[in-house]
């Protein structure tokens, strides 16, 4: 039973944008963080971004992420949505989307649901 359905992903050019979704379709929101995970082939994953869902604070793994990347909620659609923009050839990943209770944290090891993800490949 799928909680978390990822779209938005493709091919783009680097210097574009990509707008990525998270569509939320299980359990209580309270005290749920939502966040962004990538990984690239033959590497690990690599916490991006991440959301709570009261209140909105966002958090983001480092200073570069956060200068292109923006990661905000929908709670009317229940959809958490990743803007990116500026895209560079490194940021080429499979993004995928997790939830759990509790605080945000890098470490994917505490998320409870993940989704399948989303292809994002940037062309230099």
């Known amino acids: 039973q799928e909680h978390l359905v990822e779209s938005g992903g493709g091919v783009v050019p680097a210097g574009q944008s990509l707008r990525l979704s998270c569509a939320v379709l299980?359990?209580?929101?309270?005290?749920?963080?939502i966040a962004w995970f990538r990984q690239a082939s033959g590497k690990s994953r690599e916490f991006v971004a991440a959301?709570?869902?009261?209140?909105?604070?966002?958090?983001y793994n480092d200073a570069d992420l956060q200068g292109r990347f923006t990661i905000s909620r929908d709670t009317s659609q229940n959809t958490v949505f990743l803007q990116m923009n500026n895209l560079k050839p490194e940021d080429s990943a499979n993004y995928v989307c997790?939830?759990?209770?509790?605080?945000?944290?890098?470490?994917?090891?505490?998320?409870?649901?993940w989704g399948r993800g989303t292809l994002v490949t940037v062309s230099s």
């Open positions: 997790a939830q759990m209770n509790g605080e945000p944290s890098s470490n994917p090891r505490v998320y409870d649901y």
């Open positions: 299980e359990g209580s929101f309270y005290g749920n963080t």
């Open positions: 959301i709570r869902w009261r209140g909105g604070r966002t958090f």
